[in-house]
């Protein structure tokens, strides 16, 4: 083939790609994650004062890990339902807020995987998604303990 052949065979795929290429919907996408991932933060906030009412002994701490336990058992049984994926698909990044969006991940391989059986299928897989986050997160966590107790040296 030509030159000349090869550039007008690329510009008309390049021509064909962007007619076929959806429209970016950024703004909208923008307010709905911002909205959603709001939402999932005050559905948080409403189970710690409530916790709070509800466990007046418990630690602060201790209504904290409650607060998460929910919020990850929540998300984990609306994946399982398939509701989560369809708030994600709407809320795009808002529905990764930390927590849930973790349980998600989670919660989604182990349902894909099920199949495969327990050890095989649900638990081998169900980290694919997660491990490297959890991996990345406890580096990241040592590095900046590190920079940290480095800092305190000087001050």
Not at 62 to 77: E, K, R
Request: hydrophobic share 50%.
């Amino acid at each position: 083939m030509e030159n000349a052949d090869i550039q007008t065979r690329n510009e008309k795929y390049n021509k064909y790609v962007q007619k076929m290429t959806p429209k970016s919907r950024m703004w909208p996408s923008l307010v709905w994650a911002f909205l959603i991932g709001g939402l999932i933060c005050i559905i948080g906030e409403s189970f710690t004062l409530l916790f709070k009412t509800v466990l007046p002994g418990y630690t602060p701490d201790q209504i904290g890990a409650l607060v998460a336990s929910t919020l990850i058992v929540i998300a984990a049984v609306l994946t399982g339902f398939g509701i989560y994926d369809k708030l994600g698909t709407f809320a795009g990044g808002g529905s990764l807020v930390l927590i849930t969006g973790f349980s998600n991940s989670v919660t989604a391989a182990a349902i894909e995987h099920r199949k495969e059986g327990i050890v095989f299928g649900t638990c081998a897989n169900m980290f694919k998604i997660a491990g490297p986050v959890i991996v990345f997160g406890m580096a990241l966590s040592m590095v900046v303990g590190l920079v940290y107790w480095i800092i305190s040296l000087f001050l």
